[in-house]
């Protein structure tokens, strides 16, 4: 008998499959500077802790540090409605489909069929002559097959290890989404706030700039001032106006893109007119090495690496021997009215066509090609992995200095303002006295509310680089 033979065989086999031939995995290192070059003021260190230790961590609502209703409302609707973040969680289904096909291929794989099949068996088949006359037969089967392949090698274990990496990977570009279009909401709604507030700038100037036309116009009727004036003062207030038309074009086509973020049709969102009231916050850079347990497009990065290096197992296990376990049993009956009689049951042990143990000799390279393939996407997903921790640290780098170069930029703008007006009243008050001509205070005028929109604009820099630092850190922190 065969049986014990084919148990041992098996045994011997089963002890085989903890054999891998995919290199030992282990993270690259990284350049990881021991501090960031933008570093955080003394009196700021110690208030806040970098939350830890994982991406996978949840980051809370980093948006509410803002304390604004309807900027919190916007997110809230895009993480439920925004078409970019569903097909991210379709991509998400379909990695983690994938990766329950390979883990799959661990079982044995069962099927049952029923069916006739018809043949002529050849005389020597039989034991007769040559010669001899045999009639072709109708043969009744209805079985079930059973085969399973040994891992011998690791080809399996390796496949299921790199679509798990495959399904860890999109979840995590999933993640990275996600934070991408809070950031973008967050960004769109201050830099709509910011155009609210310059055009609120330019509306008060056009305000002013009727007063003076109006003046002037009287003075010139009056005799103390010539037409000039006149034509003077009306072209500032024109020009202003359209100014404030161009924002308010720039503005709509903001909004349009926020409803977009949103899920929605521009003809279904509505900004209502607010001014920036942003106020800066202190935020902490935390740890260089953290930033690398943060950012889930870095660890998005990791996890293809880990899929690349459990490939090159899969292309390697090619050049060993691939054995597959196969059996049926059932029924078979020359009658159809015998098929499920206790005498029509029948068994195989081993593969209906081909062999149980293969083992390739000769493929043109093919193999060998294959593993040179695997082991070039794992050079390339290194390369990605350590651009990706570069581009990190660059971005918060950037937002860092952005913030700080800012902040003393505000401080010299807001005196800016100040002095502008001042000149801008003295100015008024020196051409009501007849000492100067308009043109100067128009220039003065001019000054003043290129200072007001420049304080906006920088007001709403510092937003934005506010909310690319808390996107560039991976999303929110914990409190110490």
């Given at each position: ?85 569903k097909a991210g969680l379709a ?159 720039r503005r709509s086509e903001l ?77 078979e009956s020359a009658d159809i ?144």
């Open positions: 008998m065969t049986t014990p033979v084919s148990v041992t065989a098996a045994l011997a086999a089963l002890l085989l499959a903890a054999c891998s031939v995919a290199p030992v995995y282990q993270k690259p290192a990284a350049s990881t500077p021991s501090e960031f070059k933008e570093t955080i003021p003394a009196s700021e260190a110690g208030t806040w802790k970098t939350a830890e230790p994982s991406d996978a961590l949840a980051r809370g609502q980093w948006w509410s540090i803002f304390n604004e209703a309807r900027l919190t409302e916007l997110v809230s609707q895009a993480a439920q409605a925004n078409q970019s973040l991509r998400l289904a379909q990695a983690r489909a994938i990766a329950r096909v390979n883990e799959a291929d661990r079982w044995p794989q069962v099927d049952v069929g029923a069916g006739p099949s018809r043949s002529r068996p050849s005389p020597a088949s039989l034991g007769l002559p040559a010669n001899a006359d045999t009639s072709a037969q109708t043969l009744w089967r209805a079985q079930a097959v059973a085969s399973y392949e040994v891992d011998l090698f690791g080809r399996v274990a390796n496949a299921v290890s790199a679509a798990r990496a495959d399904a860890e990977q999109s979840e995590r570009l999933y993640r990275s989404l996600l934070l991408a279009i809070q950031a973008d909401v967050a960004q769109h709604y201050f830099a709509i706030r910011a155009f609210d507030t310059e055009i609120a700038v330019l509306d008060e100037t056009v305000k002013l700039r009727e007063q003076a036309l109006n003046l002037v116009d009287r003075r010139f009727r009056a005799g103390e001032t010539s037409e000039l004036d006149v034509a003077r003062a009306r072209t500032e207030l024109s020009v202003t106006r359209a100014e404030a038309i161009a924002l308010t074009r909004e349009h893109a926020l409803a977009v973020l949103v899920g929605k049709a521009p003809a279904e969102l509505s900004m209502e007119r607010a001014p920036l009231a942003f106020e800066p916050i202190s935020i902490p850079a935390g740890l260089p090495s953290a930033l690398l347990e943060r950012r889930p497009d870095i660890a998005a990065a990791e996890r293809a690496m880990a899929a690349a290096n459990a490939r090159i197992g899969v292309a390697r296990s090619a050049f060993f021997p691939r054995l597959t376990l196969t059996g049926a049993a059932g029924f009215d015998d098929l499920f009689r206790w005498s029509s049951r029948t068994w195989l042990l081993g593969p209906l066509i081909g062999t149980v143990l293969s083992l390739p000799l000769i493929d043109g390279g093919r193999n060998k090609a294959l593993a040179a393939a695997a082991t070039a996407q794992y050079d390339e997903a290194v390369a990605d992995y350590r651009q990706s921790v570069l581009v990190a640290f660059r971005e918060v780098e950037d937002n860092l200095a952005g913030l700080r170069i800012l902040s003393e930029q505000a401080r010299e703008q807001a005196l800016s303002i100040d002095s502008a007006k001042r000149a801008a009243q003295l100015s008024n008050t020196r051409y009501r006295n007849g000492y100067v001509n308009y043109l100067e205070v128009i220039d003065a005028e001019r000054s003043v509310l290129g200072t007001q929109r420049a304080a906006t604009q920088i007001g709403r820099e510092r937003a934005l680089a506010t909310v690319g630092l808390i996107r560039a850190l991976g999303g929110g922190w914990d409190q110490r």
